[in-house]
C-alpha cells in the first residue's frame, strides 16, 4: 500500500491543522492505521492510532484532549485533526498502515509509511 501524507505547514500556537493520509494498493479497510512524529534530533514516536473499523482510536499523553484521529474507508483516507497546538509539537508527521488487527504504538508495528508532512508551530 501506498500512503501519501498532507495538510502540514506553519500555524501559530493555540491554531489548528488537519493532515491527511490518502492510501492506495489495497484495500484500505483491512488495515489499521496510525500517526507518527518525529522532531528534529529525537526518534520518531506515536501519536495516534485507528482500528479498521474505526471503532478504537488510542493517542499519545502528549497530544489527549487536543488531537483526534479519524478515518473515512470510502476515501481511503486517514485524519488528524489537531488543535491548541504547542511548539514542542512541531515535527515531520508520518502517517503508517499495518494489516494487524491491533493498533500498535511502535514503530515496528506498521509495515508501510508515508513520506511525512512538516508541522512548524511557532510561538
Known amino acids: 500500500v501506498q500512503l501519501q501524507a498532507s495538510g502540514g505547514g506553519l500555524v501559530q500556537a493555540g491554531g489548528s491543522l488537519r493532515l491527511s493520509c490518502v492510501a492506495s494498493?489495497?484495500?484500505?479497510?483491512?488495515?489499521?492505521m496510525g500517526w507518527f512524529r518525529q522532531a528534529p534530533g529525537k526518534e520518531r514516536e506515536f501519536v495516534a492510532g485507528?482500528?479498521?473499523?474505526?471503532?478504537?482510536?488510542y493517542y499519545a499523553d502528549s497530544v489527549k484532549g487536543r488531537f483526534s484521529i479519524s478515518r473515512d474507508n470510502a476515501k481511503n483516507t486517514v485524519y488528524l485533526q489537531m488543535n491548541s497546538l504547542l511548539p514542542e509539537d512541531t515535527a515531520v508527521y508520518y502517517c503508517?498502515?499495518?494489516?494487524?488487527?491491533?493498533?500498535?504504538?511502535?514503530?515496528?508495528?506498521?509495515?508501510?509509511w508515508g513520506r511525512g508532512t512538516l508541522v512548524t508551530v511557532s510561538s
Open positions: 485507528i482500528s479498521w473499523s474505526a471503532g478504537k482510536t
Open positions: 503508517a498502515s499495518d494489516t494487524s488487527p491491533l493498533v500498535s504504538a511502535r514503530v515496528v508495528g506498521y509495515d508501510y
Open positions: 494498493g489495497r484495500t484500505f479497510s483491512m488495515y489499521i
